[in-house]
């Protein structure tokens, strides 16, 4: 079979025929869970790739971990628990619970197996690199005075060796915990003792050595140097069996909804996620029996929740060894890029928006603008009010500190903070905490919904009137993030979204519905039946004769209705060219069903997060006419039902250009890292080659068409790039 990723080129192969299947029912769409291991699976893969730096191939290693452990703590979580209530929903696909827990398991656990042989691979070419891992047996004699000093100063004091016995309780251990267990006998009258020893979190797992011969980097694990110095621990003892293990816990929060205070509420919340259920135990092979008999009993996890390993426990940790120390085993380094019409006016970006419309393209144009304009707004004395939607942001964000600078300079400043941000909620009370204290309006939105929408206004006083400028996002206010993930930024001081991303804060803030929006699509009002409209129209386009096409990007497609939609398109005669990195729950390719409808999946250097979406509007794609969005939402049930989301119509010509022919088109046009999605539900990646196009090189190498500035758009690029010798 010969697979093709450029889509922008090509059209579809034709539809095939899945014997044994009734597409006519659930077995149309495929199985979230299923789909979003196949997507780690391809994060995995890039593990593999050979043309992928060493150590970015230990990242992608360490990143696949990552997530499933985060996957294992909220969507099996999930499924866990639905399971033991007896819950009979089934899956959009018809599964069970207890059949998709099955399948979860079968499939996370060749996937654990694949990790460990990967690593085995990785950890041989780090050698080769004169990167090395030890063991304790590895350990110099030079290097142990060394290591006990280290030990004694660095490590001993936050231990806590606990012994397992009726006096000694099992500790509670928090998710993601890591620990050892120990079987000791003492000397002499040889009395044994079990003990247990918590590896703290606050101690690197991988401890560097000072180099070795001819510049041999060199790292011990810290469960290595436990073993090394146990004697410290246990005086008169001496060390006969051990194993180590790490577990997950039930991480999803429930929270009342009738909470009369949601902030305290969530404090609550975030002290009994840390005590949730174990769901997940990872434990050395040929673990003493008794010491694993005492595990198992305490944590009462069930024989499916159990993996054994022979091998390394926690890969997450392995992104430690990710350094600067070896340049040439990392990504060749990138500076994002200023766009040349912010320049042209000298960094004012009002000014530069004022011009027009203004699209950037991150991390390949730096985030940076983004902090400015809140900076530049916040000391402005033309400047009234700001108002800031804050779903996920760093620690230190400098995001925060200009609406702190703004309030306590006497503007008006309004955050609207989600304190349901998955992972983010404890960070998330803090950061309105500071803002509150700087004078700011603190915002939280609905109890019900999420407010995930990427909004950030303006108001400026210019010439006796009240001027809104508006930035909308498809990403978190993160300036870490950003500079891996890639998002778009559309900044614009058009009226009518001015006026109507007002009326979002005021909905959000007000809980009054908003009447009469001129632009913006929101959910849960309007973003789905827009969407859906919008593919009515390219259907009747289709049976008008008239060219139909839709171009889709998003990291994730569940929605059964936007599915359906699309497949009514394609039986339509509308092609429709999808680039969902992540989750997707529709079947491609199918004769009768989809077999008008392309899925790929783009994995590389950059995570792809930007959300847009392409309506031919009766004259293919791409062209000038057609009806372009960017989005704050993918299409999945939570985005389009419960969540404040944005869909943005793009207006200018020039932002239109550059979303159409460089973001989707080079998008679509990827060969160097493009997995196409086949109907059985396999991915298959386009066949290496000398002369592969990569989407992510292109924007690395070429400015994007609205941030030209004065240089103009005459020399626009086209779909090339650079080429390795």
């Not at 069930?302 to 390394?312: H, N, V």
């Not at 503007?411 to 998955?422: N, Y």
């Not at 004078?439 to 303006?458: D, M, R």
Request: net charge negative.
């Amino acid at each position: 079979m010969t697979i093709n990723a450029d889509f922008l080129h090509s059209g579809p192969p034709g539809g095939a025929t899945v014997d044994g299947v009734d597409l006519s029912g659930p077995a149309r769409y495929f199985n979230r869970e299923l789909s979003w291991l196949a997507f780690n699976w391809r994060v995995l893969e890039e593990a593999e790739n050979a043309s992928v730096p060493l150590l970015e191939r230990v990242r992608f290693l360490a990143i696949s971990a990552s997530n499933l452990d985060e996957f294992y703590t909220v969507r099996v979580a999930g499924l866990r628990e639905m399971q033991l209530e007896g819950h009979g929903t089934l899956s959009a696909d018809g599964l069970t619970t207890a059949q998709q827990l099955t399948q979860i398991y079968a499939d996370s656990n060749r996937l654990m197996q694949a990790q460990q042989a990967i690593w085995a691979k990785l950890e041989s070419d780090l050698e080769a690199e004169n990167i090395h891992i030890l063991s304790p047996e590895d350990v110099d004699p030079a290097d142990l005075v060394l290591l006990e000093d280290l030990f004694m100063e660095q490590v001993f004091p936050i231990l806590t060796p606990i012994a397992i016995d009726p006096a000694h309780p099992f500790p509670f251990i928090g998710s993601g915990g890591f620990a050892m267990a120990l079987q000791l006998k003492r000397k002499g009258d040889q009395p044994k003792l079990d003990a247990l020893l918590p590896v703290p979190a606050q101690i690197p797992r991988f401890l560097r050595l000072p180099d070795g011969p001819e510049g041999a980097v060199r790292f011990l694990p810290l469960e290595g140097l436990l073993e090394l110095f146990i004697n410290q621990l246990f005086p008169g003892y001496r060390l006969t069996g051990h194993c180590t293990f790490r577990l997950l816990r039930d991480s999803d929060l429930e929270v009342e909804d009738e909470a009369e205070d949601l902030v305290r509420e969530f404090e609550t919340a975030l002290k009994r996620r840390k005590r949730g259920e174990v769901i997940h135990l990872n434990i050395s092979a040929n673990a003493p029996p008794g010491l694993r008999k005492t595990i198992l009993r305490q944590t009462c996890v069930t024989d499916a929740e159990i993996i054994e390993t022979d091998g390394l426990i926690g890969m997450d940790d392995l992104a430690e060894l990710v350094s600067d120390a070896r340049p040439e085993l990392l990504w060749p380094a990138f500076t994002p890029r200023v766009p040349e019409r912010v320049q042209d006016f000298n960094g004012d970006i009002f000014a530069a928006i004022r011009q027009k419309d203004m699209l950037l393209h991150h991390p390949y144009e730096t985030f940076n603008i983004v902090v400015q304009y809140l900076q530049q707004a916040a000391r402005d004395p033309d400047v009234v009010a700001i108002k800031q939607t804050l779903y996920r942001t760093s620690r230190d964000s400098p995001i925060v500190a200009a609406l702190c600078e703004a309030a306590e300079m006497g503007k008006s400043v309004t955050a609207v903070v989600e304190l349901k941000a998955r992972f983010d909620e404890a960070a998330n009370i803090r950061l309105s905490r500071t803002l509150e204290r700087a004078g700011a309006t603190v915002v939280y939105g609905f109890i019900e919904w999420k407010t995930h929408a990427k909004l950030s206004t303006v108001v400026r006083r210019e010439a006796g009137k009240l001027v809104t400028y508006t930035h909308f996002g498809t990403g978190n206010y993160h300036p870490i993030t950003a500079n891996f993930y890639t998002d778009l930024s559309l900044f614009t001081c058009d009226k009518g979204l001015g006026r109507d991303a007002a009326k979002v804060f005021n909905y959000v803030s007000g809980y009054a519905q908003p009447g009469g929006l001129s632009d913006l699509a929101i959910s849960p009002l309007t973003l789905k039946s827009t969407l859906l409209d919008n593919i009515e129209s390219e259907i009747a386009f289709a049976k008008a004769g008239k060219p139909a096409a839709v171009w889709v990007k998003v990291n994730s497609l569940i929605e059964p209705k936007l599915i359906d939609a699309l497949y009514r398109a394609s039986q339509a005669g509308v092609r429709v060219e999808m680039v969902v990195r992540g989750i997707c729950g529709l079947r491609p390719g199918i004769k009768g069903l989809s077999e008008n409808i392309r899925v790929k999946s783009v994995v590389g250097r950059f995570l792809e997060h930007s959300r847009i979406c392409c309506f031919g509007n009766g004259h293919g794609l791409p062209s000038a006419k057609a009806k372009v969005y960017i989005s704050s939402a993918d299409w999945m049930g939570r985005n389009m039902d419960w969540r404040v989301e944005t869909l943005v119509p793009i207006k200018n010509k020039t932002v239109h250009a550059q979303i159409i022919e460089q973001i989707m088109a080079a998008n679509l046009a990827d060969t160097a890292q493009s997995w196409v999605l086949q109907p059985d539900g396999k991915y298959l990646r386009h066949p290496r080659g000398d002369k592969l196009f990569s989407c992510h090189r292109f924007f690395m190498e070429n400015p994007s068409l609205s941030g030209r500035g004065r240089a103009g758009a005459k020399d626009a690029p086209r779909l090339t790039h650079s080429h390795d010798e």
